[in-house]
């Protein structure tokens, strides 16, 4: 069976693997995007055009409406907040790898995302049917959505009542992909700008996981 370690001192090889490959896959994608981007003069692409075409075809108020209630789970500061919230009480329970790998990772999203947009300067779409304010790329609220997948890996690792389980993980898999989804949909963002977001948001939760990790060891 899998040594099971106390959850300040939490992380094996396995671990830290998936971590490296994750913040590898996730730079390489972010990398390649925002120079293609930039070579492009920062105008969508022809995916991106296409897709927003897509969306605006199957509009629909009622569409509309679950989008509109879906994209403030990624809305800023609001996840901001939530993040901090639960990364306190998991300080205040001593579960310091976990406190920190959510404290900082967030910290860290949040200064690649304003890095990204200050970098690419891309220009949103013009037909928008929701709010959305400076630059596109990447796309925040893609970038801040990892952060349900975050928090549902570590209930289960925190949880007791958790542990084994998927579900939270699920959870926050879902979430973290109806986000973007709910941002193309809205058109606030292009394509390219919400896969350029989740790819922000692996990176900084990673690299931020692997550094808290390998440092507990």
Known sequence: MREIRPPEAYGDDRDLRALVAIAAIGAA???????????????????????????????????????????????????????GVVALVLACFRRWWAASILALGMAFDIGLVRAGKTMVQRARPD??????????????????????????????????ALRGTRWPIAVGVVLAVLIPMSRVYLRPHWFTDV?????????????????????SR
Do not use: Q
């Open 127 to 160: 037909d928008l049917i929701s709010s959305g304010f400076g630059t596109s790329f990447p796309s925040g609220h893609s970038a801040y959505g990892i952060v349900w997948v975050v928090m549902g890996v570590i209930a289960t690792r925190s949880i007791p």
């Open 195 to 215: 896969i350029g977001g989740a790819a922000t948001g692996c990176v900084a939760f990673a690299l931020v996981a692997i550094a808290v990790v390998t440092a």
């Open 29 to 83: 994608v972010l990398t390649l995007l925002a120079w293609i981007i930039l070579s492009a003069g920062s105008v969508p692409l022809s995916v991106d055009t296409t897709v927003h075409g897509w969306m605006r075809s199957i509009e629909w108020d009622p569409l509309s409406t679950v989008a509109r209630g879906i994209t403030r789970l990624g809305d800023s500061p609001a996840i901001w907040i939530v993040a």
